[in-house]
């Protein structure tokens, strides 16, 4: 079931039936509210789940895997570190830190969410910004209110994913309603976010428009890189199934495609597979996962009519010499 | 070389007079070199292109070879990007057809030709 958003009416059964509250309940949709009849059970609206991964899960450049280590030394030796070291006394707001995942998209900070979460034994609540938006006035607001009570019950550590609209800067010349509305908005969300005692998550694309206030609440912006040819060897290793009959060389693989993240080659893969089943094929062949990754990479945006640099490798002398004609250029 | 040939001396009114598909792969390869340079700090000392039939479509390339100064290693970049069948030149477009499908074929030496006339 997708995270932290409103619950149709047919799915609250499933909740309660979930919660062994099977009772029969009358539910109206009426546009953003639902309402329960003739029951006094409380609904939440907003679903706390068991982490989905760990970071087994996960391969990140080690710099950002030891980022996110150093951060969560906090909660795990919380007893040490505030109350028999004494930061109880001197760093009391350090103990409700927000940790910011940032980078570019496909390279591991929604599962990376997930795995903080497995690590520290909670649920995960992830939150997407558009589930809590409404057209009226005053109700998105009312719904962040509802969401931050509802992770303080359910213990679940909050996650913000595509946290950029939500944390960019408040307006500064309101010309309209939308602005007064988007400004109260991120208002009650600094203040929640400043009275919620416990860890929060965020993942962003971009952190330079971030609301400085937002950004003295986060104890830790940990960047995610695309990764480097060795994490490359590992994803392409982890994403190909080990029964898939294949003559893939995954050596050259990471070595010839740079600048691609994990997604990227989990997707690659896939399309790569699909091919072989679609032609029949006994084995999936090494060229479709090459196909497969440079469509990836030329279905990109190209912004500058430039194309994708599909590949960027070294070569030796004699490649060089062959293709101009048994001389090097000059 | 053709490389510096064609990133350093075309002018606007060579460009000009060139057939569309030529006009827009040397103001592709122009681009692309400034981008080189932008972004990596490098001219780069040759290019070669190239054209292939795919199941996508038609996608000309255009590879780009320079020795990195710190490795004293060669490196080479490839660009592709699409274009479209009845831009394409009808001798290049009978040479693709004669080889299977993903096969590149070089265009370099047309492309000079086309600079040259």
Redesign the interface.
């Known amino acids: 079931m997708p995270l932290g958003r409103r619950l149709k009416p047919v799915e609250i059964e499933s909740v309660l039936a979930r919660e062994n509250k099977s009772v029969p309940i009358y539910a109206q949709h009426n546009s953003d509210e639902i309402k329960i009849n003739d029951t006094n059970i409380s609904v939440n609206l907003f679903h706390a789940e068991k982490p989905q991964y760990s970071f087994s899960d996960v391969i990140l450049n080690d710099r950002t895997y030891e980022a996110i280590q150093d951060v969560l030394t906090l909660y795990e030796k919380q007893e040490l570190l505030f109350n028999k070291w004494g930061l109880s006394e001197t760093h009391k707001k350090q103990k409700r830190a927000g940790i910011n995942l940032y980078g570019p998209s496909g390279t591991g900070k929604s599962v990376t969410a997930h795995a903080i979460a497995a690590q520290l034994g909670r649920d995960i609540l992830t939150v997407d910004y558009s589930q809590i938006e409404s057209k009226y006035v005053g109700e998105t607001s009312k719904n962040l209110t509802e969401m931050f009570d509802y992770a303080k019950k359910s213990e679940a550590i909050i996650f913000f994913d595509e946290a950029d609209a939500l944390l960019s800067k408040r307006v500064n010349n309101m010309s309209s309603s939308t602005d007064v509305s988007v400004n109260q908005t991120r208002s009650v969300l600094l203040i929640l976010i400043n009275e919620f005692d416990d860890l929060i998550l965020f993942a962003s694309n971009f952190i330079a428009n971030y609301d400085p206030a937002f950004m003295r609440r986060i104890l830790a912006h940990i960047k995610f890189e695309l990764p480097n040819e060795v994490n490359r060897f590992k994803l392409w290793h982890m994403y190909i199934p080990k029964i898939m009959p294949t003559n893939v060389n995954i050596k050259k693989l990471s070595a010839k495609y740079e600048g691609i993240s994990g997604s990227d080659i989990s997707n690659a893969v896939f399309h790569a597979t699909l091919k072989a089943a679609r032609l029949n094929r006994d084995v999936v062949e090494h060229v479709y996962f090459e196909e497969a990754i440079e469509k990836i990479i030329s279905s990109r945006v190209d912004n500058e009519g430039i194309g994708n640099p599909i590949l960027k490798r070294t070569v030796d002398e004699e490649y060089v010499k062959k293709q101009f004609g048994g001389e090097l250029p000059r | 070389?053709?490389?510096?040939m064609i990133i350093l001396t075309l002018t606007a009114a060579l460009v000009a007079g060139l057939a569309l598909f030529w006009k827009n792969i040397v103001e592709?390869i122009k681009?692309?070199a400034n981008?080189i340079k932008e972004v990596l700090g490098l001219t780069p000392?040759?290019t070669?292109t190239f054209i292939s039939r795919?199941?996508?479509g038609f996608?000309?390339k255009s590879?780009y070879?320079y020795k990195?100064k710190v490795?004293s290693?060669?490196?080479?970049?490839?660009?592709?990007?699409?274009v479209s069948e009845d831009e394409i030149p009808d001798d290049i477009l009978a040479k693709v057809y004669k080889q299977k499908i993903?096969v590149e074929v070089s265009t370099t030496e047309e492309l000079k030709l086309a600079i040259n006339a």
């Not at chain 2, 070389?1 to 510096?4: D, E, G, R, V």
């Open positions: 070389m053709i490389a510096t592709w681009k692309a981008k000392d040759g070669r795919t199941i996508d996608k000309n590879k070879y990195n490795t290693e060669w490196e080479e970049i490839v660009y592709t990007k699409a993903d």
